[in-house]
T-cell receptor, first 113, second 115 residues
Framework: NAGVTQTPKFRVLKTGQSMTLLCAQD?????MYWYRQDPGMGLRLIHY???????AKGEVPDGYNVSRLKKQNFLLGLESAAPSQTSVYFC????????????FGPGTRLTVL | AQSVTQPDIHITVSEGASLELRCNYS??????LFWYVQSPGQGLQLLLK??????LVQGIKGFEAEFKRSQSSFNLRKPSVHWSDAAEYFC?????????????FGQGTRLTINP
């Protein structure tokens, strides 16, 4: 049981480049989340999904797109990266909704030059 | 709009001493409240959560938190800290919409343990 895994662990992009971050979970969880963590700001919710084929916007969705084509995977895309998107990105998943525990991945550190 | 304030950015305590981390929130209804811990280079791990019932909540690793509606607070406590408790701690509050936890996190409190 790997839990929640994130690929890649580190990435450096130039402004305007695109990339996709992959989150995978092997716990058959229904709900999945993408957060970004910036110094002094805690975590902020980017997008989330309440099930396969569904996505919804969180607190800071601009500049990001997501897809949940398979239940176990939740992809976060940056179409045209900007320096303001330099951050650590965390994926999380939970079995059900409401107060079910969210399980977090180890994070992806992204730098946009 | 909901918000969470953790007034202490950094706290240092001696090993074996008691600990209290403060969390104040602003929210229009009865909130769902969470405390998470993040060890260096790791993701977050849930310590405990409150959504109704007994206002004193027990969590993992010997932590507890008390919900005080009158003070809009949800402070985290531990009677005796261990060196392994050194980490960053986040309080979070949020509504639950269509089952999804739309959490707002505080800025975090970094805990350092003196031997």
């Amino acid at each position: 049981n790997a839990g929640v895994t994130q690929t890649p662990k580190f990435r450096v992009l130039k402004t305007g480049q695109s990339m996709t971050l992959l989150c995978a979970q092997d716990m058959n969880h229904e709900y999945m989340y993408w957060y970004r963590q910036d110094p002094g700001m805690g975590l902020r919710l980017i997008h989330y999904s309440v099930g396969e084929g569904t996505t919804a916007k969180g607190e800071v969705p601009d500049g990001y797109n997501v897809s949940r084509l398979k239940k176990q995977n939740f992809l976060l895309g940056l179409e045209s990266a900007a320096p303001s998107q330099t951050s650590v990105y965390f994926c999380a998943s939970s079995y059900g909704g409401n107060t079910d525990t969210q399980y977090f991945g180890p994070g992806t550190r992204l730098t946009v030059l | 709009a909901q918000s969470v304030t953790q007034p202490d950015i950094h706290i240092t305590v001696s090993e074996g001493a008691s600990l209290e981390l403060r969390c104040n929130y602003s929210y229009g209804a009865t909130p769902y409240l969470f405390w998470y811990v993040q060890s260096p280079g790791q993701g977050l791990q849930l310590l405990l959560k409150y959504f109704s019932g007994d206002t004193l909540v027990q969590g993992i690793k010997g932590f507890e938190a008390e919900f005080k509606r009158s003070q809009s607070s949800f402070n985290l406590r531990k009677p005796s800290v261990h060196w392994s408790d050194a980490a960053e701690y986040f309080c979070a509050v949020g509504p639950i919409i269509q089952g999804a936890q739309k959490l707002v996190f505080g800025q975090g409190t970094r805990l350092t343990i003196n031997p």
